[in-house]
């Protein structure tokens, strides 16, 4: 499922200013945006390593996968948050008891997850909700389902984990729980659902495994096999597989079901590999899917993602400016040639890292969208100790800062936060001066009060929008109190909520949307605040039982069409003395009966 030559290269200038403590008076200078060298994705869960060797992840947490120490089905991450450091391998697990991996530049392999088949290498089963050291002298690893393939720097290639359908290669035994040498000379690996590949460093492709659909090209399957020479890169996908070329043609063979070969679908299972493309930088197969990086950094995928509809039997461009590309089992990603991370697939638990997640299927991205990894991180503590960095936590072993799971990035902009029942959307992200519009309230609540401020991972944000619909006929709401930064009500915020009797709005309220209060029939009396503009078309409509509105504004510039249609027959206007005459030529035929009264007040 993964790339396993992810192509290392510049990532531009270094990211501007680590974070610093003490050096202006006790201030602390945030970390900038991180640019990105490589990334991986398991099938709900995602990692990235910035060009410092910070180790970011985020998605899902079912199994402890994400590493902060805890777990669970609600436990997700939907923003990258900083792991370790001093990282330059990761990788992350498949669909089944989920688990992770990551090599640091000393050579440690520190693993966490799920245990249950023993792929965490340390001869147990039980499971690891922190990183924990498992072997020294690694230069690679790799994860498959409920398995697990590290490299050493002596190029010995060693596996443990599940071995069903001799998945591992080692010929014997349903699971190993401790580390089995299967080959020397190794430089790359990779595992499929249920075979396995290895590139050895004379460019031989040696393979094992289950054979059906031909992904082994012909490989018996009981040992590892070599099929190929004069290969550069490996990837597997779910049951088919590609070897790209030293003279950068791409070969491809297995099921072709789904279109992943990119050959038109010319044959339901191919045997043999097929040459599919030349001109190829690097490539990664996902589960039906293959995603191709060209020469020109052009980006081409083919097969299936059924998140988002994408369906091509044939090679379809998607994007420029690519030097990686990585499919995982739901999503996938790219980097750029700026550095710069962007996804796109399912994404309903947070993988996508762009601060979305709803637990349940529903959250899908068809385009790719930029990432933003580590800006204006923030530790637990701003004068943070031995053993404590950005990521917030404490080491739990050399290599890593920040094992726990304090959530502590910035909510980038767009992205949405629950805080007391109530939803928020960052429309401003800002360190000291963000702000978020409220996009649904608390629909079992009688009585809300919407806060100035709310906040999210120790930042403050200012609440200055009621977004439209926000509470869109919450039969049950009585009372409802803007806090004083509130400028805006959206369209239909409060329409037909039948129950709502009192209204008090703040003084910076500038407009109040249309139908923003429409078909509130019990809401008697209302005051319009002294900024107040704009006032929507309907605003206030089949309020029947509305008999005294108080504008307090002087600045009322326009009321829309039927703002007050339906008001109480017998209501009463007060406005101010000096704008009588200009507000009667303005609220005239706005919808209210001839028997209401337009006065000074």
Not at 3 to 17: C, E, N, S, Y
Not at 192 to 204: E, I, P, T
Not at 291 to 302: E, F, H, R
């Amino acid at each position: 499922m993964k790339a396993k030559m992810r192509k290392k290269f510049w990532a531009g200038a270094t990211a501007l200013l680590l974070l610093l403590t003490g050096m202006f008076a006790g201030k602390t200078v945030w970390a900038a945006e991180k640019k990105v060298v490589k990334v991986a994705l398991g099938s709900t869960h995602s990692a990235a390593i910035d060009n410092e060797g910070g180790l970011w992840i985020w998605g899902s947490n079912v199994y402890g996968e994400l590493g902060n120490g805890e777990r669970g089905n609600n436990l997700c991450e939907s923003a990258p948050v900083k792991l370790m450091d001093g990282v330059s391998e990761v990788s992350l697990g498949g669909t089944q008891n989920t688990h992770s991996a990551a090599v640091t530049k000393d050579g440690s392999l520190y693993m966490w997850g799920n245990n249950g088949f023993g792929q965490l290498g340390d001869g147990t089963t039980t499971e690891s909700l922190k990183p924990k050291k498992v072997m020294d002298g690694v230069s690679r690893v790799v994860l498959g389902e409920r398995k697990t393939a590290a490299i050493k720097k002596d190029g010995t290639l060693w596996v443990w984990g599940y071995n069903g359908n001799n998945g591992l290669g080692t010929g014997s035994g349903r699971e190993n729980a401790t580390p089995v040498k299967l080959l020397d000379d190794v430089v790359q690996v990779d595992f499929g659902s249920s075979h396995g590949a290895a590139l050895k460093k004379d460019g031989s492709l040696w393979m094992w495994g289950h054979s059906d659909g031909g992904v082994l090209a012909g490989a018996q399957g009981h040992q590892p096999e070599k099929v190929m020479d004069g290969v550069k890169q490996i990837s597997l996908g779910h049951a088919h597989s590609g070897a790209l070329k030293t003279d950068g043609s791409l070969w491809m063979w297995g099921e072709n079901d789904w279109g992943q070969l990119g050959d038109n679908k010319s044959e339901r299972v191919v045997t043999e590999p097929k040459k599919i493309m030349d001109g190829v930088a690097q490539f990664s197969l996902g589960q039906w899917a293959t995603g191709i990086v060209k020469t020109d950094g052009s980006l081409w995928m083919c097969g299936y993602n059924t998140y988002i509809g994408f369906s091509s039997h044939v090679l379809k461009k998607i994007a420029d400016g690519a030097v990686l590309v990585e499919l995982g089992g739901t999503h996938n990603a790219m980097i750029k040639k700026d550095g710069s991370l962007w996804t796109w697939g399912g994404g309903w638990r947070g993988q996508l890292g762009d601060g979305e997640k709803n637990l349940a299927y529903g959250h899908d991205v068809k385009e790719p969208t930029k990432i933003t990894v580590g800006e204006a991180a923030k530790p637990a503590d701003p004068n943070p100790g031995p053993g404590q960095t950005i990521g917030g936590g404490t080491n739990s072993g050399p290599g890593q800062t920040g094992g726990g799971s304090t959530g502590n990035t910035l909510p980038r902009k767009n992205s949405t936060f629950t805080v007391q029942n109530m939803k928020y959307k960052v429309t401003k992200s800002d360190a000291k001066n963000g702000t978020v519009t409220l996009v649904q309230g608390d629909k079992k609540k009688t009585s809300v009060s919407v806060p100035a401020t709310v906040k999210k991972n120790g930042y403050t944000f200012k609440v200055t929008q009621i977004s439209g619909k926000a509470f869109y006929k919450y039969t049950k709401l009585k009372k409802v109190t803007l806090g004083k930064n509130i400028t805006s009500i959206g369209s239909k915020a409060f329409q037909g909520c039948t129950a709502l009797k009192t209204v008090s709005l703040d003084k910076n309220l500038v407009t109040i949307g249309d139908y923003a209060f429409s078909g509130c029939k019990k809401l008697a009396k209302l005051a319009i605040p002294a900024k107040v503009k704009t006032v929507g078309k309907e605003a206030f409509s089949k309020c029947g039982s509305l008999k005294t509105i108080q504008v307090k504004s002087t600045v009322l510039k326009k009321v829309g069409k039927k703002a007050l249609s339906g008001i109480h027959k017998k209501a009463t206007i007060k406005v101010p003395s000096k704008k009588l005459k200009t507000y009667r030529k303005l609220l005239k035929k706005k919808g209210q009966a001839s028997t209401v009264k337009i006065v000074k007040g």
